[in-house]
């Protein structure tokens, strides 16, 4: 039982540079979500998806760009990396937003900007 | 005003004691309520949820909320060193078929021997 996967755990990107951040379920979750946590804060929502091919901002979409082609997979994609994008991101799902229902986070991927 | 505000801490307290962590939030529409346990270096994990008035207990874990107050907070009896970590509060308001789930910046405890 995999749940919630993302990759790489660690990068190191030069400024300028773009990588994709790969984030895969495998529980049938309609929600998906992506978080970041910057050292001593809590998690700050980068983008979410209701479903395959619907997606939308959070709190801090700028630099970062997503898609949703399929149910299973929610790819994170950072354009010209900045050294203030150094955090730790967590992949998350969910099935749906009633009251309770579990969020599962993935183990998260760690990203210096140097 | 932060929308979800916790005390960083460290919040000290002797092993088997009662831990008392609080959190206040700021959207009088908010209908769920999160606690999640975040040892260093991991990802989150869900520890309970409410979402009525009053308490509601899991163990050795209360959750208890006060929507008037804006209010919601989470008891450890029997507190163990397994139990040091970053407690999350997270808030969540459901708008058709969005959802917006905040997180507080966690009260970090400490359970000493």
């Known amino acids: 039982n995999a749940g919630v996967t993302q990759t790489p755990k660690f990068r190191i990107l030069k400024i300028g540079q773009s990588m994709t951040l790969q984030c895969t379920q495998d529980?049938?979750?309609?929600?998906m979500y992506w978080y970041r946590q910057d050292p001593g804060m809590g998690l700050k929502l980068i983008y979410y998806?209701?479903?395959?091919?619907?997606?939308d901002k959070g709190e801090v979409p700028n630099g970062y760009n997503v898609s949703r082609s399929t149910t299973e997979d929610f790819p994170l994609r950072l354009e010209l990396a900045a050294p203030s994008q150094t955090s730790v991101y967590f992949c998350?799902?969910?099935?749906?937003?009633?009251?309770?229902?579990?969020?599962?986070f993935g183990e998260g991927s760690w990203l210096t900007v140097v | 005003q932060k929308e979800v505000e916790q005390n960083s801490g460290p919040l000290s307290v002797p092993e088997g004691a009662i831990a008392s962590l609080n959190c206040t939030y700021s959207?009088?529409?908010?209908?769920?309520f999160f606690w999640y346990r975040q040892y260093s270096g991991k990802s989150p994990e869900l520890i309970m949820f409410?979402?009525?008035?009053g308490d509601k207990e899991d163990g050795r874990f209360t959750a208890q909320l006060n929507k008037a107050s804006q209010y919601v907070s989470l008891l450890i009896r029997d507190s163990q060193p397994s139990d040091s970590a970053t407690y999350l509060c997270?808030?969540?308001?459901?708008?058709?078929?969005?959802?917006?789930?905040?997180f507080g910046t966690g009260t970090r405890l400490q359970v000493t021997l």
């Open positions: 998350a799902s969910r099935w749906g937003t009633f009251s309770g229902n579990t969020i599962y």
């Open positions: 529980m049938n979750h309609n929600y």
């Open positions: 998806s209701v479903g395959a091919g619907i997606t």
């Open positions: 959207d009088r529409g908010s209908q769920s």
């Open positions: 409410i979402y009525s008035n």
């Open positions: 997270a808030v969540e308001r459901n708008t058709g078929t969005a959802s917006k789930l905040t």
